[in-house]
């Protein structure tokens, strides 16, 4: 998917965030383990996609067979994300998850099923999914905002997710040298360990990420890093 670009109604273009199609390698703790592929493109009816997936292909990774696809379809509201549907899944030897999420606008209400077992509650204005948080943060500096606060649904609740822009930094990555923005999060789960969460933006390339770093409860860091210059 090279050219993503599609006509679309006046009123669902509100947003400067233009489709795109992105590689980037994978690295856990270092070490390249995968491919991950980033693609945002309009549907043609005022709706937008944003996919990700990640193959295992080094290492255990491969010979577990990781296959990872996240998929979260969303429209554009007062120049920023706002979800509709949502999808998650991991397959594997050794782990397979599933993760389905629709937002009825108009019933107020989000339905998450996982694992088995079922949760509903209300909607919040302006609310998204994880995986579309990058895609705000994209909206948000675009616009040169100055707060980054995402209202953002995980499993059986409404998360609170609020960003601090960090140091101007040129960053060196497979795809070549970017001057980017940092945008970092920490927050700590129920077992109240620290977790982070870290984005380079480029605004050469129209402020996607060429680095995204991401360090769990228990000091696993996976990194992803831009191959290539993106394509539109």
Avoid: C
């Amino acid at each position: 998917a090279v050219s993503l670009a599609v006509a679309l109604p006046a009123a669902a273009a509100e947003t400067d965030v233009k489709p795109f199609h992105a590689e980037y390698a994978t690295l856990r703790n270092g070490d390249d383990i995968g491919r991950t592929t980033l693609d945002l493109r309009a549907d043609g009816d005022g709706t937008w996609t944003l996919r990700s997936e990640t193959r295992g292909t080094s290492g255990l990774a491969k010979l577990a067979g990781i296959h990872i696809v996240e998929t979260s379809h969303f429209r554009w509201k007062d120049g920023k994300p706002e979800a509709l549907t949502y999808d998650y899944k991991q397959e594997g030897a050794f782990k397979q998850r599933t993760r389905h999420a629709d937002f009825d606008w108009n019933a107020s209400t989000v339905r998450v099923s996982e694992g088995g077992k079922d949760y509903t509650y209300a909607t919040t204005p302006g609310l998204i999914d994880r995986q579309s948080v990058t895609l705000g943060l994209a909206a948000d500096l675009i616009r040169g905002a100055t707060a980054f606060d995402y209202k953002v649904a995980v499993m059986d609740r409404i998360e609170d997710m609020r960003e601090a822009r960090g140091a101007n930094e040129s960053l060196n990555v497979p795809a070549g040298r970017y001057d980017t923005v940092l945008m970092q999060r920490e927050s700590s789960g129920k077992d109240n360990r620290r977790r982070v969460a870290r984005s380079w933006f480029a605004h050469s390339l129209g402020w996607l990420p060429v680095q995204i770093e991401q360090v769990d409860g228990k000091g696993e860091t996976v990194t992803l890093k831009l191959l290539s210059a993106p394509t539109r």
